[in-house]
């Protein structure tokens, strides 16, 4: 008898079961090869589908049974004397419902004899005698055999590192499992048709082409010879540092010194040195991330095509993996099937991402997050702007990156112009990862380069002198080129209508990402061309994103943002005299959540023990200083989030980690905005919705319409004017909680963006 693992596919074909076991098991194997851990793969992909062999299942490929689980048992036999195989066990079990509980009690459960008791997930056992199933494995020719090495080995404890190499072991089943279920259903006639590989890195090539532009950009620059010697020296240090052996490092360099390209040269260089397989360059903001992309896409793609830089946002909804039904049937059916289907393996040599996504999946026990992690070993990951990471996930965060660079053999960067104190932390990491925290500075003596770009002229305002709203924009008007960046959008929105001319510009991730790019183009045309320009902002313009002004005024707020907005002030150099940077107390001292208040607070004691003058913000021995001070009032590795995370780990516990991780507390939705700018984009978007509803291909095209917003309550007007983007397969629409499109034109303001009713305080800043 043939058993079958899928039903028919536009070609008319089935699947076979043995044939897909085998081809997952090779391929899984394959992809855990970087984290030696290919022996267990491949045995959890032989094992993964075991219960397809039960006569229950076949009949439900036919529509004659329903609710089955097919996954439990083949964890059960991985735990097996004969296997001894706790990884893959919990990769069986998980690659339909996420990871679940590294605990003996809990992996007793997985007896069949106790899940005809009581399931889980109130699911039957395709098959509940084990022999069978066996049998019938074994006469499909398929042997598994004992691994040689295994990821937990006999012992079962649990901790940050265990956890990692469970999640690149699951990563590496759920990949080899999806691409080998797409390749039968995308087959013909001749069988299964996978797609194409992901092309390699080239690191030398893109080496070469990335230093060669980095040199027309020095000959073509109009900055101050002392900016372009810093440059120069940051990009010395970056190729120097790339000689050192993979592990972990800092990059610490002042705004606008060209760190972008300087680190990407460091990656690219070392990859080249020590064979690493790609880049995964992480930044905490999209803004920041469209611009990063768009510049290596020019550089790459014209030598390597469209596949060689690819984009990658948090698009996959927040929360534990939920699974009511067998999650089978034909291929993107199912809930879970559908969420793989959107979320991308990161087959691509250079990854651009957000924190958000990086992190989290580090963390994750979801498939659809966990399925890219398998390509992180043998990488070199750069983290952008780190000073981001919030305080209380430092500890945890750090030991598990800590883990990935020395078990993994992966380089981990942590670049910024205000490095965190992570040193302080190192005892409380040390006691969680096996190897100690002790990262190699890329740039041997960041205060050389700090020097040099000494552009600004600092001027604190008293903070116990708040200015209004009205004086301030009096005070605005004095320039003719000037940015203002303050705390929250309200304050943005409040400040900006006390304008009323054409030259006052509002920025923030109201807008979405295409009427961003065409006013940040705007902008700069206007710089460069001595117009009269006023930019009213959020901090969404502070870090990474390339504008010039000789004035900036700042709202008092952490200490690295303060620095990150005098990077958008005489960037270049080009002044005769100084810039001006500003800071102030706004009439409403207000915040975002999390610890940006208690950094705010710590700025303005700083000010007060050591006056304007000891606020030297150009040397990193000051910024270090602050940093130990926020950790030692706020510390991190004592809050209530760090020991909540601590007890779920010692626990095992894969979803409740998954599910306190987080570095945005709340929910968020997408939101597909009515920017006149690109109409046509969004009735094409509409009329998508209506006909294919929510694809992969859909995700991509509404990505410059894309606004994101903390979800709303459930009796918010918002959700009055929100059509939800529905999914559909063979005629039937389903449900799904992440994307939106905006019904009513008027919501969405020519200057302000996307602007419902009563819902002020719900967008991302």
Same mark, same amino acid.
């Given at each position: 008898?043939?058993?079958?693992?899928?039903?028919?596919?536009?070609?008319?074909?089935?699947?076979?079961?043995?044939?897909?076991?085998?081809?997952?098991?090779?391929?899984?194997?394959?992809?855990?090869?970087?984290?030696?851990?290919?022996?267990?793969?491949?045995?959890?992909?032989?094992?993964?589908?075991?219960?397809?062999?039960?006569?229950?299942?076949?009949?439900?490929?036919?529509?004659?049974?329903?609710?089955?689980?097919?996954?439990?048992?083949?964890?059960?036999?991985?735990?097996?004397?004969?296997?001894?195989?706790?990884?893959?066990? =919990?990769?069986?079990?998980?690659?339909?419902?996420?990871?679940?509980?590294?605990?003996?009690?809990?992996?007793?459960?997985?007896?069949?004899?106790?899940?005809?008791?009581?399931?889980?997930?109130?699911?039957?056992?395709?098959?509940?005698?084990?022999?069978?199933?066996?049998?019938? $494995?074994?006469?499909?020719?398929?042997?598994?055999?004992?691994?040689?090495?295994?990821?937990?080995?006999?012992?079962?404890?649990?901790?940050?590192?265990?956890?990692?190499?469970?999640?690149?072991?699951?990563?590496?089943?759920?990949?080899?499992?999806?691409?080998?279920?797409?390749?039968?259903?995308?087959?013909?006639?001749?069988?299964?048709?996978?797609?194409?590989?992901?092309?390699?890195?080239?690191?030398?090539?893109?080496?070469?082409? $990335?230093?060669?532009?980095?040199?027309?950009?020095?000959?073509?620059?109009?900055?101050?010879?002392?900016?372009?010697?810093?440059?120069?020296?940051?990009?010395?240090?970056?190729?120097?540092?790339?000689?050192?052996? !993979?592990?972990?490092?800092?990059?610490?360099?002042?705004?606008?010194?060209?760190?972008?390209?300087?680190?990407?040269?460091?990656? $690219?260089?070392?990859?080249?040195?020590?064979?690493?397989?790609?880049?995964?360059?992480?930044?905490?903001?999209?803004?920041?991330?469209?611009?990063?992309?768009?510049?290596?896409?020019?550089?790459?793609? !014209?030598?390597?095509?469209?596949?060689?830089?690819?984009?990658?946002?948090?698009?996959?909804?927040?929360?534990?993996?939920?699974?009511?039904?067998?999650?089978?049937?034909?291929?993107?059916?199912?809930?879970?099937?559908?969420?793989?289907?959107?979320?991308?393996?990161?087959?691509?040599?250079?990854?651009?991402?957000?924190?958000? *996504?990086?992190?989290?999946?580090?963390?994750?026990?979801?498939?659809?997050?966990?399925?890219?992690?398998?390509?992180?070993?043998?990488?070199?990951? $750069?983290?952008?702007?780190?000073?981001?990471?919030?305080?209380?996930?430092?500890?945890?965060?750090?030991?598990?990156?800590?883990?990935?660079?020395?078990?993994?053999?992966?380089?981990?960067?942590?670049?910024?112009?205000?490095?965190?104190?992570?040193?302080?932390?190192?005892?409380?990491?040390?006691?969680?990862?096996?190897? /100690?925290?002790?990262?190699?500075?890329?740039?041997?003596?960041?205060?050389?380069?700090?020097?040099?770009?000494?552009?600004?002229?600092?001027?604190?305002? /008293?903070?116990? *002198?708040?200015?209004?709203?009205?004086?301030?924009?009096?005070?605005?008007?004095?320039? *003719?080129?000037? @940015?203002?960046?303050?705390?929250?959008?309200?304050?943005?929105?409040?400040?900006?209508?006390?304008?009323?001319?054409?030259?006052?510009?509002?920025?923030?991730?109201? =807008?979405?990402?295409?009427?961003?790019?065409?006013?940040?183009?705007?902008?700069?045309?206007?710089?460069?061309?001595?117009?009269?320009?006023?930019?009213?902002?959020?901090?969404?313009?502070?870090?990474?994103?390339?504008?010039?002004?000789?004035?900036?005024?700042?709202?008092?707020?952490?200490?690295?943002?303060?620095?990150?907005?005098?990077?958008?002030?005489?960037?270049?150099?080009?002044?005769? /005299? @100084?810039?001006?940077?500003? +800071?102030?107390?706004?009439?409403?001292?207000?915040?975002?959540?999390?610890?940006?208040?208690?950094?705010?607070? +710590?700025?303005?004691?700083?000010?007060?023990?050591?006056?304007?003058?000891?606020?030297?913000?150009?040397?990193?021995?000051?910024?270090?200083?602050?940093?130990?001070?926020?950790?030692?009032?706020?510390?991190?590795?004592?809050?209530?989030?760090?020991?909540?995370?601590?007890?779920?780990?010692?626990?095992?516990?894969?979803?409740?980690?998954?599910?306190?991780?987080?570095? +945005?507390?709340?929910?968020?939705?997408?939101?597909?905005?009515?920017?006149?700018?690109?109409?046509?984009?969004?009735?094409?978007?509409?009329?998508?919705?209506?006909?294919?509803?929510?694809?992969?291909?859909?995700?991509?095209?509404?990505?410059?319409?894309?606004?994101?917003?903390?979800?709303?309550?459930?009796?918010?007007?918002?959700?009055?004017?929100?059509?939800?983007?529905?999914?559909?397969?063979?005629?039937?629409?389903?449900?799904?909680?992440?994307?939106?499109?905006?019904?009513?034109?008027?919501?969405?303001?020519?200057?302000?963006?996307?602007?419902?009713?009563?819902?002020?305080?719900?967008?991302?800043?």
């Amino acid at each position: 008898m043939i058993y079958y693992a899928h039903s028919d596919n536009k070609a008319g074909s089935k699947h076979p079961l043995a044939e897909h076991l085998r081809d997952v098991s090779k391929l899984a194997g394959k992809f855990a090869e970087a984290s030696s851990f290919a022996d267990e793969a491949g045995l959890a992909g032989l094992l993964h589908d075991l219960g397809k062999y039960g006569d229950r299942f076949q009949a439900r490929l036919e529509g004659k049974d329903h609710g089955l689980d097919h996954w439990s048992i083949g964890a059960w036999l991985a735990l097996q004397k004969d296997y001894q195989a706790v990884a893959a066990a =919990l990769a069986i079990q998980g690659h339909h419902i996420g990871l679940q509980y590294l605990r003996g009690s809990e992996l007793a459960k997985l007896n069949p004899t106790k899940l005809v008791q009581s399931h889980p997930q109130q699911l039957s056992l395709s098959e509940t005698d084990l022999a069978t199933l066996k049998s019938r $494995l074994l006469a499909d020719g398929l042997t598994p055999a004992k691994p040689e090495k295994t990821v937990c080995g006999t012992e079962i404890r649990s901790g940050f590192d265990l956890m990692l190499d469970i999640r690149l072991l699951f990563s590496a089943l759920v990949d080899a499992d999806f691409l080998d279920t797409e390749a039968h259903f995308q087959g013909g006639p001749d069988g299964k048709r996978h797609r194409p590989d992901g092309p390699k890195l080239q690191a030398s090539d893109a080496l070469e082409i $990335l230093l060669a532009h980095i040199d027309k950009l020095g000959r073509s620059s109009k900055a101050d010879p002392g900016v372009a010697k810093v440059r120069q020296w940051l990009r010395d240090d970056c190729l120097s540092a790339a000689e050192h052996p !993979p592990g972990l490092f800092t990059l610490t360099a002042p705004t606008g010194s060209g760190k972008t390209l300087a680190m990407l040269a460091f990656a $690219l260089a070392h990859a080249a040195k020590y064979e690493l397989r790609r880049v995964v360059v992480v930044i905490p903001y999209l803004s920041i991330i469209e611009q990063t992309a768009a510049i290596y896409r020019s550089l790459f793609e !014209p030598h390597f095509g469209t596949d060689y830089v690819l984009e990658h946002h948090s698009l996959a909804g927040l929360g534990k993996e939920e699974c009511g039904s067998d999650a089978e049937g034909e291929f993107g059916d199912s809930d879970e099937r559908r969420r793989r289907q959107l979320s991308e393996n990161w087959d691509a040599p250079i990854i651009v991402t957000t924190s958000v *996504q990086m992190l989290e999946s580090l963390f994750s026990n979801r498939p659809s997050a966990c399925r890219k992690l398998h390509r992180l070993p043998r990488s070199v990951i $750069l983290f952008d702007e780190v000073q981001t990471l919030p305080a209380p996930l430092a500890v945890p965060t750090l030991a598990t990156l800590t883990h990935l660079a020395h078990a993994h053999k992966s380089s981990v960067v942590f670049a910024t112009a205000t490095q965190p104190a992570f040193e302080h932390l190192h005892a409380h990491v040390r006691t969680h990862a096996p190897a /100690d925290w002790q990262p190699q500075k890329v740039v041997p003596a960041p205060e050389r380069l700090f020097t040099p770009m000494q552009r600004v002229k600092r001027i604190w305002a /008293d903070p116990s *002198q708040p200015v209004v709203w009205p004086e301030l924009a009096e005070q605005i008007r004095e320039k *003719q080129q000037i @940015l203002c960046i303050v705390n929250l959008k309200r304050h943005a929105r409040k400040l900006w209508e006390e304008f009323d001319d054409p030259n006052t510009f509002h920025l923030s991730t109201n =807008l979405c990402p295409a009427h961003r790019q065409v006013l940040l183009a705007d902008i700069r045309e206007r710089l460069a061309t001595d117009k009269p320009v006023r930019l009213i902002a959020t901090q969404c313009v502070e870090a990474g994103v390339d504008l010039d002004f000789p004035s900036v005024f700042r709202a008092y707020g952490p200490l690295e943002a303060i620095i990150q907005a005098e990077g958008r002030c005489n960037r270049e150099g080009r002044l005769v /005299d @100084l810039g001006e940077l500003r +800071i102030f107390m706004p009439e409403d001292e207000n915040y975002p959540p999390g610890g940006y208040r208690q950094a705010a607070q +710590i700025t303005k004691m700083l000010l007060q023990r050591f006056g304007p003058e000891g606020m030297t913000l150009d040397n990193p021995d000051f910024i270090t200083a602050y940093y130990r001070e926020l950790y030692d009032i706020g510390k991190p590795e004592a809050s209530k989030k760090t020991e909540e995370l601590l007890q779920y780990v010692r626990e095992g516990s894969f979803p409740d980690v998954a599910r306190t991780y987080r570095l +945005i507390e709340q929910d968020a939705i997408n939101v597909i905005v009515p920017y006149q700018g690109e109409m046509a984009l969004f009735e094409e978007l509409l009329r998508m919705a209506e006909e294919t509803g929510l694809t992969g291909e859909f995700i991509r095209k509404a990505r410059p319409l894309a606004v994101s917003l903390f979800r709303p309550e459930s009796g918010s007007p918002v959700w009055d004017s929100l059509l939800e983007v529905q999914t559909l397969k063979k005629g039937r629409r389903g449900r799904q909680e992440e994307w939106y499109i905006a019904a009513k034109s008027e919501h969405y303001h020519p200057q302000l963006g996307f602007m419902p009713p009563e819902s002020l305080n719900l967008w991302i800043a």
